[in-house]
């Protein structure tokens, strides 16, 4: 959202600049074009602030020492806001996902996500259909969807003491994230550790399920998403 | 000092999830794992909140259940962790006071509670709820003596899936 708006501001101030430099100025079309997108992202008034000149076709403007200064500034401040904004949109794209959309984050364990590995759907969806109905058995209910986004994006929770399990966004992310707590479920029968507070499971045991679990998600033809 | 006004706060912090600690995919209801540690004092406390505040108004779908009291499962497991130390009488008298989505969950963190087995004490509630309780009353309270009588049977298929899944 912020993205598009820094876009939409950038393209505005483009357009605004390259009409003046066409129709006021005399330019040609290019030298409009140019001159406007550099104007709207401060780098002609870092140029300007540092030779006096325009950038785009060399006229000397007859600035003084305090204007040229005021210029630098200015374009300075425009150039790290252009820079944020492309930043921002480079990183989006990258993730392939909108900004706003929630993300668990990718620190530590537990808080990477996952998908279907290209090829594995079948072995994927056999998986989860064993792990829930082993969960069904075990505890005699279901894992609990709920269609709020969680407010740190993560998309799925188990408390160990009632090994109940929370799936958040209504799952519009995928089954790689019910996968993962059935799969925990499944750790802490394992261990004995269902039905026990913070203090009994301990730190290193949380991080040592943590990182099984990415192997089992693996095994069961899961990838972390890129 | 009235330590049950303290209690009180404390039960109700834990049923609705009010100091939740997130590690990882792990959710820890931080108030209930106090409540456990309070011991035997809480359990009136407990035993009030439980079946004059939550049983009259819980909803029994499960989505709407977890929105309305998120930390109910949590203080029952920790309500039958306490009983497990010599109040055992007591907790059979409160389980037999159950009904509905509390009996259920009830049910479910003495499974969890017991690893599967009934305690003889609750036996008698469970199998009046298996005979004569709601259709989900019964649905849970067969599924417990299901496990209950068959465990090692149903242990061994569940300990052979894991392995199956590189557990």
Not at chain 2, 52 to 61: A, I, K, L, Q
Not at chain 2, 109 to 124: E, G, K, L, Q
Request: charged share 20%; with cysteine.
């Amino acid at each position: 959202m912020l993205f598009a708006v820094g876009v939409g501001l950038l393209a505005a101030s483009t357009a605004y600049s390259a009409y003046d430099r066409y129709f006021n100025q005399g330019q040609s079309g290019w030298q409009a074009l140019l001159g406007g997108a550099a104007d709207a992202t401060g780098i002609s008034g870092i140029y300007t602030g540092i030779t006096g000149r325009d950038l785009v076709t060399q006229h000397h403007l007859s600035l003084t020492p305090a204007q040229q200064r005021q210029m630098l500034t200015e374009g300075s401040i425009q150039v790290v806001g252009s820079a944020l904004v492309l930043y921002g949109g480079v990183r989006s794209f990258l993730r392939g996902r909108v900004p706003v959309a929630p993300t668990r984050g990718g620190k530590l364990f537990g808080l990477r996500e996952w998908e279907v590995a290209p090829g594995q759907q079948a072995k994927a969806a056999k998986t989860l259909q064993q792990l829930e109905a082993d969960y069904f058995k075990a505890t005699g209910r279901r894992p609990v969807v709920l269609d709020a986004d969680h407010p740190q994006g993560a998309l799925g929770y188990i408390d160990p003491k009632t090994g109940h399990i929370e799936l958040y966004s209504g799952e519009r992310f995928g089954s790689a994230a019910r996968a993962e707590e059935l799969f925990h479920y499944q750790q802490l029968k394992a261990r004995g550790l269902l039905g026990k507070t913070e203090a009994e499971i301990g730190p290193k045991v949380i991080q040592e399920m943590e990182q099984e679990v990415e192997q089992l998600l693996r095994n069961a033809g899961f990838q972390p998403k890129r | 000092m009235d330590p049950s006004n303290d209690y009180l706060a404390l039960v109700r912090d834990a049923l609705y999830a009010r100091h939740m600690k997130q590690v990882g995919c792990f959710a820890f209801n931080q108030a209930s794992d106090r409540v456990q540690e309070a011991g035997t004092p809480i359990l009136p406390t407990l035993e009030r909140v439980l079946r004059d505040e939550v049983m009259p108004r819980c909803p029994s779908d499960p989505s709407a259940q977890h929105q309305g009291f998120p930390g109910l499962g949590n203080l029952l497991v920790d309500y039958f962790r306490i009983a497990r130390d010599g109040q055992m009488e007591r907790a059979a008298e409160f389980l037999s006071s159950l009904r509905g989505p509390v009996l259920i969950e009830a049910i479910r963190a003495i499974s969890t509670v017991w690893d599967h087995t009934i305690p003889s004490p609750f036996m008698p509630t469970i199998e009046t709820a298996a005979r004569t309780g709601s259709p989900e009353e019964r649905e849970i309270a067969s599924w417990s003596l299901d496990w209950h009588q068959n465990k090692p049977q149903i242990e061994e298929e569940l300990a052979a899936s894991r392995k199956e899944m590189g557990l």
